[in-house]
């Protein structure tokens, strides 16, 4: 049995794209949190026009244009607040790791990345934003005027005193609040079970297979009484006999089955694809469980071994040619060793030759380990690769892609 759910798991497990469509997400959804005349809710609701480099769940990137430098871009959360303490917490968590994107794109040197607060802080626009400005030499960039005050360590303590009370008293309440909820219930229930006690109340036991003979036995004369006794002896004599039987012939069925099941998928190459079975009586075709089972475990392993080959090429490209290595930078990517490789979330086979070669191709997403998903670095990977009549894989070509933010990279391996 274990056998035979292990090879047909592939079969049962549901695929979605969810994994997909979080990164690729369509960006013409209307959103509650915007006003109606700010400028950046305009361009975060396409009512006006930008030049869009990032767009998330709940970020807006775009390039400035009036910039202090080149490459002066905006990153925005898609929530309406003039200042930064106002915005939800979710809604800022992506700003640095877009603004990281940004800068590893660009290709920037030295850099700033800024927010202001309020028109004397230099606000111009009263929605939240960050700057990301390239500062290419002492002219161009963002200029800063830094007049250090000179404070004594009494001054500073005294500060630091009122703004930790404050932090403490906000971060804390939660819990404590959660603390006295748990505690109120804990007393409730307290005073619930101690009233049902003084009261007499017992529990009722559940109702148990031998509720209903005990009830016939207490009731009925001796006659029936030897007859309900009878049954249940026999009763029980049959299933303990008929019970290992069962199982012994059930199980001997499935595991026999799983073999030769077993033995067949060892080959499945020869189920990528399959030709049309005869039409039934509707017209259509309509393969059987034998057959649809053994074509999911074929398309399932040739998906893994495709996956596997593209993962072992891209890490020798990236760690040995230059290319490589650009290529890793463009994509916002770090370390080919923090590299992730999700599992295939698409595929495509097509019959060659009659049916003696296939060509299989797989999509999977590669993102660093430190930032997941649209939040950091990431693209996807598009493999194709032939598969002889042997079940040999011969990797043809890698193409990486990201959407909305970088131009396709094609891999040869032929």
């Known amino acids: 049995m274990a056998l035979l759910f292990y090879l047909s798991r592939p079969f049962l497990e549901l695929r979605t794209l969810n994994f997909y469509k979080q990164r690729a997400m369509s960006t013409s959804k209307p959103h509650e949190h915007l006003a109606d005349d700010c400028i950046f809710c305009k361009i975060i609701r396409k009512e006006i026009p930008s030049f869009k480099l990032v767009e998330t769940e709940k970020s807006y990137a775009f390039m400035d244009i009036e910039?202090?430098?080149?490459?002066?871009?905006?990153?925005?959360?898609?929530?309406?607040?003039?200042?930064?303490?106002?915005?939800?917490?979710?809604?800022?968590a992506e700003v640095m790791p877009i603004a990281k994107r940004i800068a590893a794109a660009g290709g920037f040197a030295q850099y700033n990345v800024l927010q202001n607060n309020g028109p004397l802080a230099n606000q111009a626009v009263p929605h939240v934003h960050f700057h990301v400005i390239p500062k290419p030499n002492k002219e161009l960039g963002l200029g800063v005027r830094w007049a250090a005050q000179k404070k004594s360590m009494d001054d500073i303590k005294a500060v630091y005193?009122?703004?930790?009370?404050?932090?403490?008293?906000?971060?804390?309440?939660?819990?404590?609040?959660?603390?006295?909820?748990?505690?109120?219930?804990q007393r409730r229930l307290l005073n619930a079970n101690n009233a049902n006690q003084g009261n007499g109340v017992l529990q009722k036991r559940q109702l148990s297979i031998w509720t209903l003979p005990k009830i016939l036995l207490h009731t009925t004369g001796k006659k029936n009484r030897g007859v309900i006794l009878?049954?249940?002896?026999?009763a029980t004599l049959l299933s303990s006999f008929l019970g290992p039987v069962v199982w012994i012939t059930v199980g001997g069925a499935a595991s026999l089955v799983s073999w030769r099941l077993y033995r067949k998928a060892k080959s499945w190459w020869n189920y990528l694809a399959p030709s049309k079975v005869e039409a039934n009586s509707s017209g259509q075709a309509e393969p059987s469980l034998v057959q649809a089972l053994l074509s999911q475990i074929g398309t399932h392993r040739a998906e893994e071994m495709v996956r596997?080959?593209?993962?072992?090429?891209?890490?020798?490209?990236?760690e040995k040619s230059k290319r490589g290595k650009e290529v890793l930078q463009e994509f916002g990517l770090d370390?080919?060793?923090?590299?992730?490789?999700?599992?295939?979330?698409?595929?495509?086979?097509?019959?060659?030759?009659?049916?003696?070669?296939?060509?299989?191709?797989?999509?999977?997403?590669?993102?660093?380990?430190?930032?997941?998903?649209?939040?950091?670095?990431?693209?996807?990977?598009?493999?194709?690769?032939?598969?002889?009549?042997?079940?040999n894989i011969n990797l043809e070509q890698i193409k990486l892609s990201s959407p909305d933010w970088h131009e396709d990279e094609l891999i040869s391996l032929s």
């Open 67 to 92: 910039p202090l430098s080149e490459g002066h871009s905006l990153v925005i959360p898609k929530y309406h607040a003039e200042f930064m303490h106002q915005v939800p917490d979710d809604y800022l």
């Open 161 to 185: 005193d009122r703004i930790v009370e404050k932090l403490n008293l906000r971060f804390h309440q939660t819990r404590v609040n959660l603390l006295a909820l748990h505690h109120l219930r």
């Open 308 to 318: 596997m080959e593209a993962i072992k090429s891209l890490k020798s490209y990236f």
């Open 230 to 234: 009878s049954t249940l002896g026999a």
């Open 335 to 391: 370390h080919p060793n923090d590299l992730v490789w999700e599992d295939v979330h698409r595929s495509e086979t097509v019959r060659l030759d009659g049916g003696k070669k296939h060509r299989v191709s797989v999509n999977f997403w590669l993102e660093d380990q430190t930032s997941r998903g649209p939040k950091g670095g990431g693209c996807e990977v598009t493999a194709s690769a032939l598969v002889s009549g042997q079940g």
